[in-house]
């Protein structure tokens, strides 16, 4: 099949982008053509016989300005080459099939000052996403998050027979194996860090939206013995200048190291004593599962997408919302040195062995090479 994916921007470490490579790897393995259009595109360079990348250039100040243009150009594109499917990793119109990684706009944005929906890029957003998801719409959507799929449907009316729920998509380099203490011990003596010493990590582009300001406060909330012990990780592609900032200003600045993307997360996921994910949005939160097959013990959010694994995997604990500082404040304080830490650990294993952690990219593929919505195959 002659297949075109089209995505904003690619780049290494993002949970999309990584799900996009993974599908993309997988189409061509199984022959198919690929032509894909960005508008970036960085740390991946592939070299196949089948797969074309174009970036695409197109003028803007504003993000939502280029999408709109990206989005006039891909179509131009594609009725001079028309493929079998069009696949969209953002919103956009004219796809035969979505990925749907983000969460529903016009519903989020409820939250906010009546005027921005008067905004240009509220527009634009909304416009492509009711291009996508309006109930006389002829394409079938990747659901990632099942708790997404009633806010959708509450707004537009999709039908139910549209909506794919995919599993999580967990790399196999993350599941703990037999040599996982030994690369974690590793890691950590490269660290600097003692047996006393604790070890918190973070894992995730958006270093805002990801909450890492509530987990620098629940480090400095910690009692005095604890805190001095205890350093927190964060990888991922971001700001980090505002979030170094509250840490100076609460005094643990020297405990908090923001490291970027790395290649190597499994070995921080070996070696950490626990996960935060403490999320103010998050349609699904792909390193809650990575830590569940890392045997991780994790603190995250009641509203991240596979917030439930931890609640079925027993691996940790759940805040639900309201978020409030003082109950992650004191979350942290009890599982820093908990006794629970070997049975969380061992549950997490135990749940990653009888779980569907690592199929997305297979599930995916079954949808866009089957039939388009409303033919039958």
């Not at 960085?42 to 990206?70: A, D, Q």
């Not at 009890?334 to 990219?361: F, H, N, V």
Request: include cysteine; proline fraction near 7%; charged fraction near 25%.
């Amino acid at each position: 099949m002659h297949l075109a994916f089209a995505l904003f921007k690619y780049f290494p470490h993002g949970g999309l982008q990584r799900n996009f490579r993974r599908i993309t790897e997988l189409a061509l393995e199984r022959g198919h053509r690929v032509d894909v259009y960005t508008l970036a595109w960085s740390g991946w360079t592939p070299e196949h016989p089948n797969l074309t990348v174009e970036v695409v250039k197109v003028p803007g100040w504003r993000n939502h300005t280029r999408y709109r243009r990206f989005g006039t150009h891909v179509q131009k594109r594609l009725a001079d080459n028309p493929p079998d499917r069009v696949v969209g990793f953002n919103k956009m119109p004219g796809l035969d099939v979505y990925y749907n990684a983000d969460p529903c706009f016009v519903e989020r944005a409820q939250a906010r000052h009546p005027l921005y929906r008067w905004s240009g890029r509220y527009r634009q957003h909304a416009a492509f996403e009711q291009a996508v998801f309006r109930a006389d719409a002829r394409n079938h959507i990747l659901l990632l998050s099942e708790a997404e799929k009633p806010l959708f449907q509450r707004w537009y009316a999709t039908p139910d027979d549209r909506f794919h729920l995919m599993p999580p998509y967990v790399s196999t380099d993350r599941f703990a194996g037999p040599e996982a203490p030994h690369i974690g011990a590793g890691l950590r003596r490269e660290l600097g860090l003692g047996e006393a010493d604790r070890m918190l990590l973070m894992v995730g582009s958006d270093f805002r939206r990801k909450g890492v300001d509530r987990s620098i406060r629940a480090l400095a909330a910690l009692p005095e013995s604890p805190r001095r012990r205890t350093h927190l990780y964060v990888l991922g592609k971001g700001r980090a200048a505002t979030q170094e900032a509250l840490a100076r200003g609460l005094g643990v600045a020297d405990q908090v190291h923001f490291l970027q993307g790395r290649d190597d997360v499994a070995r921080f996921l070996f070696a950490a004593d626990l996960l935060l994910h403490p999320a103010y949005q998050e349609n699904t939160g792909t390193a809650i599962v990575e830590a569940i097959a890392a045997g991780l013990p994790a603190l995250v959010t009641g509203n991240c997408g596979y917030a439930f694994h931890i609640e079925r995997a027993g691996s940790g604990r759940v805040l639900p919302p309201p978020f409030t500082q003082a109950a992650m404040d004191e979350a942290l304080a009890s599982m820093i040195d908990s006794p629970e830490q070997p049975r969380w650990r061992e549950y997490a294993r135990t749940y990653a062995r009888r779980t569907e952690l690592g199929s997305r990219a297979e599930h995916a593929l079954r949808v866009i090479e089957g039939p388009r919505y409303g033919e039958h195959g």
